[in-house]
């Protein structure tokens, strides 16, 4: 049964950072492109950022380019989002997916988002709100 365990929001000011964590289990880790993704109020779904876990490889949407850094940890089965620098337009609640690794990094290489479709397996989302 796989299970993906998303953590780490909360409120946080204008300038401040938080860690998100997707804790997976059930899936072979390194098979699996991890995804996160947000919602905002009224707003459609965004891709935020992905990592291949097959080649290691990144996509980050041009909004959060530069202030939000994914990794992996393979020995926990887990992958993080750093947030930094936040910004009143992160308020969000943020998913994370898991999706089939070798079409997401082919995604990576062409530099364009992966497609929501790519992804097979949801985790319920954490709030992160940005506010003073």
């Known amino acids: 049964d796989v299970q993906l365990q998303a953590s780490g929001g909360g409120l946080v000011q204008p300038g401040g950072s938080l860690r998100l964590s997707c804790a997976t289990s059930?899936?072979?880790?390194?098979?699996?492109?991890i995804g996160w993704f947000r919602q905002a109020p009224g707003k459609e779904r965004e891709g935020v950022s992905s990592?291949?876990?097959?080649?290691?490889?990144?996509y980050y949407a041009d909004s959060v380019k530069g202030r939000f850094t994914i990794f992996s940890d393979n020995a926990k089965n887990t992958v993080y989002l750093q947030m930094n620098s936040l910004k009143p337009e992160d308020t969000a609640i943020y998913y994370c997916?898991?999706?089939?690794?070798?079409?997401?990094?082919?995604?990576?290489?062409?530099?364009?988002?992966?497609?929501?479709?790519?992804?097979?397996?949801w985790g319920q989302g954490t709030q992160v709100t940005v506010s003073s």
């Open positions: 997916a898991a999706g089939d690794s070798f079409a997401i990094s082919m995604a990576h290489g062409m530099g364009v988002r992966p497609s929501s479709q790519l992804y097979d397996f």
């Open positions: 059930g899936l072979t880790f390194d098979d699996y492109a």
């Open positions: 990592i291949a876990n097959r080649d290691g490889s990144t």
